[in-house]
């Protein structure tokens, strides 16, 4: 078992574990199998916010459309975004356009951690893993699977309000421990660890290889750890509105330079379609959804209502039922609308 410095001081055992088992237990992935610095990149700000199964297709595709930073950089924001579609926080795919177009504009690429900081979308977590697996740099990564491991390890029971003072507070540790001489397969070992073994709930410490200096792990009570405040929920609650006519449907269109959903298609709120929440809800309700987004957990009904009356404001636009797949909207009202609109089909076959 060990603390903090009795972990360091046992650094190059844990090190040649954690490497060892990570050469003979990595999963196979495509960033890994054939690792270029595009694919580290794309791959890393996929999984930002998103897990590795659902990021695999998108990848795929986005490979084939993008092969490389020139050609993501030439490529219009449009079919980016297009791309990206149902993979949901929509900033990650602007930032990496903007990012290529500067990758793509520079004699070569930054290799330090700071200048890649520079660049659209990349915090300490993503310039940490870019430059360590792509250029060898020893620079440690820090995120939330990181933080579990080695909360475990230490069992420490300091109090965290979020996971990035967690991070923060683990980051010398992390550095510490890091496997100077191959800090790329390091990272991505602690980052398999994390994703494979040392899961948030159930941990599988039995067949875990590094359970021979993990206090939690020997203790028997990892899932105390790491302490972080419990997530305080704000309820919010959205009406939209289903305007169709003549298989036409009403969608909003979010400007170009909004912060968020630039470019993208949604259902209208009711605000939007020029009604009172009210006026809207009093119409058949044609689904409600919840969802979660950071701090909010999101109830959004959606009724069927009236076209706006006078002239359609610039953000609305009336789209074919037909052309529903060629335009880009957000991944749930995609989703909505896919199934409402499979639930006629179901309805005329019966
Ligand atoms: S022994 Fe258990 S708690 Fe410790 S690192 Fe391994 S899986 Fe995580």
Redesign the pocket.
């Given at each position: 078992m060990a603390s903090s410095a009795q972990l360091v001081a046992a650094k190059a055992d844990f090190q040649r574990t954690l490497l060892a088992w990570y050469r003979a237990h990595a999963r196979s992935l495509p960033w890994r199998d054939a690792p270029s610095l595009y694919k580290t990149v794309v791959s890393e700000f996929m999984l930002q916010q998103t897990q590795v199964k659902t990021v695999l297709p998108y990848l795929a595709r986005w490979l084939a459309q993008f092969p490389d930073f020139a050609a993501l950089a030439a490529a219009p924001e449009a079919q980016v975004l297009k791309s990206w579609e149902g993979l949901g926080y929509y900033s990650r795919a602007r930032n990496l356009h903007r990012l290529a177009q500067a990758i793509a504009a520079q004699p070569e690429p930054p290799r330090l951690p700071a200048a890649w900081r520079e660049l659209p979308g990349v915090g300490p977590y993503t310039a940490a893993a870019i430059t360590s697996i792509s250029f060898s740099h020893p620079a440690a990564c820090v995120d939330g699977n990181v933080v579990?491991?080695l909360a475990?390890?230490t069992a420490d029971a300091t109090p965290f309000r979020d996971s990035a003072s967690a991070a923060r507070a683990f980051t010398p540790l992390a550095e510490a421990l890091l496997a100077t001489d191959n800090p790329g397969d390091h990272n991505q070992a602690m980052m398999e660890?994390?994703a494979t073994?040392?899961?948030r709930q159930k941990?599988?410490?039995l067949?875990?290889?590094?359970?021979g200096c993990?206090?939690?792990?020997?203790r028997g009570d990892?899932e105390d750890?790491p302490q972080l405040a419990a997530k305080k929920m704000e309820q919010v609650a959205v009406t939209r509105a289903w305007i169709e006519r003549e298989g036409l449907l009403l969608l909003h269109l979010t400007p170009a330079g909004a912060r968020r959903f630039a470019n993208m298609h949604e259902l209208p709120t009711a605000a939007q379609a020029g009604w009172s929440d009210d006026d809207v809800a009093r119409g058949k309700l044609i689904a409600k959804k919840k969802r979660g987004i950071t701090r909010y957990q999101i109830t959004e009904s959606i009724h069927a209502a009236d076209a706006p009356r006078g002239k359609l404001p610039a953000d609305l636009a009336w789209v074919p039922l037909t052309e529903i797949t060629t335009i880009t909207l957000s991944g749930p009202h995609r989703r909505w609308i896919s199934e409402e609109l499979s639930k006629r089909r179901r309805q005329m076959v019966i």
């Open positions: 579990r491991i475990r390890l660890l994390g073994v040392c899961f941990p599988l410490c067949s875990c290889p590094v359970r993990c206090i939690a792990g020997q990892p750890f």
